[in-house]
Nanobody, 114 residues
Framework: QVQLVESGGGLVKPGGSLRLSCAAS????????VRWYRQAPGEEREWISS????????IYPDSVKGRFTTSRDNAKNVVYLQMNSLKPEDTAVYYC???????WGQGTQVTVSS
């Protein structure tokens, strides 16, 4: 069964950190391209990171570059999004995505507030 399960969201104060996880199962995970997106209330879904395939290049938009880092553990079939120096405008539901398979995680809420 193909499945993506996200975890790690929550409430954090401005300047804090969170690490999101996206655990994959049911398909060949190694070296497949993966992306993270987020969607704030009333806003369109925003792309925030990519790991490309086959060269595993890491790409970020300016809005998160230098603060967010994505990584993967092929042995565990897990993709991570480390988020540092969080700002209130980072508040959103965060989704992992495997574009080649058209797969999306269920989303995890991140709220940045004092």
């Amino acid at each position: 069964q193909v499945q993506l399960v996200e975890s790690g969201g929550g409430l954090v104060k401005p300047g804090g950190s969170l690490r999101l996880s996206c655990a994959a199962s049911g398909f060949t995970f190694n070296n497949v391209a993966v992306r993270w997106y987020r969607q704030a209330p009333g806003e369109e879904r925003e792309w925030i990171s990519s790991i490309t395939s086959p060269d595993s290049t890491f790409i970020y938009p300016d809005s998160v570059k230098g603060r967010f880092t994505t990584s993967r553990d092929n042995a565990k079939n897990v993709v991570y999004l480390q988020m540092n120096s969080l700002k209130p405008e980072d508040t959103a539901v965060y989704y992992c995505n495997f574009p080649r398979m058209g797969l999306w995680g269920q989303g995890t809420q991140v709220t940045v507030s004092s």
